[in-house]
């Protein structure tokens, strides 16, 4: 599938932010398997390239990403839940929760 993300700071960060993005149940909380995510993504916003602390306020940056979800996750519909924190604290699973506090930004069918 295709991500397109577009984003804008309403103020001037020191920090350089990162997202993550999991697929959630209609509950809220992230789908999990054996205890682990079902699926997410994780990436410093701006790729590292242009990291959110250089970002002027207001101005737009589009970041567009292809990812593949795997063949074993069951079918069903899936919302997309998005995180946004300072990178610094990690952006593996292993440092998120389930509590379901990210942004739904869309839904996904799953065949």
């Known amino acids: 599938m295709r991500l397109d993300y577009y984003w804008r700071l309403s103020a001037k960060t020191a920090a350089d932010l990162g997202a993550r993005l999991f697929f959630t149940g209609g509950d809220g909380l992230v789908a999990t398997r054996h205890g682990f995510?079902?699926?997410w993504q994780g990436w410093e916003l701006g790729a590292g390239v242009r990291p959110t602390s250089e970002w002027e306020p207001g101005s737009i940056v589009e970041e567009e990403y292809?990812?593949?979800?795997?063949r074993d996750v069951a079918s069903g519909t899936y919302?997309?839940?998005?995180?946004?924190?300072?990178?610094?604290?990690?952006?593996?699973?292993?440092?998120?929760?389930?509590?379901?506090?990210?942004?739904?930004?869309?839904?996904?069918?799953?065949?």
């Open 66 to 70: 292809y990812v593949l979800v795997p």
């Open 79 to 111: 919302n997309l839940s998005l995180k946004v924190r300072d990178a610094s604290s990690g952006l593996s699973p292993e440092s998120s929760d389930d509590t379901g506090d990210g942004q739904t930004i869309g839904s996904l069918v799953v065949r």
């Open 37 to 39: 995510p079902l699926w």
